[in-house]
């Protein structure tokens, strides 16, 4: 079926650069998606979203970019605090059905 | 807290027996989901419920897996016949629409 998938499993970044997180799904009907945090022993945590009528959407030190030519979604994360290390996952909303599609994420640890 | 609460957090079982969750989302979400999610993975849909009517459930979730929620509140999953492969964390979301969903800590199984 169709998936959301990442690029790069593991991204090291120094505090107080900025991050990027890649991500690219499959299915070009999709038309919201969703971007988690996820701390260990923890509930993934709702970041930002996108609709498909959006290119770019921001939030608090965090950006979301939407290119629907290549299907690829990407989370920015301005000034890199040592409390954004976590585990992150972008997730598409399957279309014609009520569930979301989790990749498989990307670990973002903050060197201090 | 008013978040979404899920009990336990966690539970050790013996293959072969049955098990229990309960989610409690946040007050007034009419939509609730339940997901399920194993080490390094992103978590995977098991089913949906809009009020109290489960309209939607992943063709991955075997017999053994029922889910209600009879009052349009609070839910129950339940595990029969537990195996070792169902050893994961079981997440529980609500949300008031079709978008943002957000997440409880989890209830971690382990079948031993």
């Known amino acids: 079926g169709e998936s959301v998938g990442l690029h790069l499993p593991t991204l090291s970044v120094q505090e107080g650069d900025n991050s990027i997180i890649n991500c690219a799904y499959s299915n070009s009907a999709s038309d919201y998606f969703i971007w988690y945090k996820q701390e260990s022993g923890k509930g993934p945590q709702f970041i930002i979203d996108i609709r498909s009528n959006m290119d770019k959407r921001q939030g608090q030190r965090v950006t979301v970019l939407l290119n629907k030519t290549v299907k690829h979604l990407s989370l920015q994360i301005a000034a890199t605090q040592p409390g954004d290390s976590a585990v992150y996952f972008c997730?598409?909303?399957?279309?014609?059905?009520?569930?979301?599609?989790f990749g498989t994420g990307t670990r973002l640890k903050v060197l201090a | 807290d008013t978040g979404v609460s899920q009990n336990p957090r966690h539970k050790i079982t013996k293959r072969g027996q049955n098990v229990t969750f309960r989610c409690d989302p946040i007050?007034?979400?009419?939509?609730l989901y339940w997901y399920r999610q194993t080490l390094g993975q992103g978590p995977e849909f098991l089913t949906y419920?809009?009020?109290?009517?489960?309209?939607?459930k992943s063709r991955l979730l075997s017999d053994r897996f029922s889910a209600e929620r009879p009052k349009g509140s609070f839910s129950t999953l339940e595990i029969q016949r537990t195996e070792q492969g169902d050893s994961a964390m079981y997440l529980c979301a609500s949300s008031p629409t079709d978008r943002e969903a957000f997440f409880g800590q989890g209830t971690r199984l382990t079948v031993v």
């Open positions: 007050s007034e979400h009419n939509r």
């Open positions: 997730a598409e909303k399957d279309p014609g059905t009520y569930k979301y599609i």
């Open positions: 419920f809009q009020n109290e009517a489960q309209l939607e």
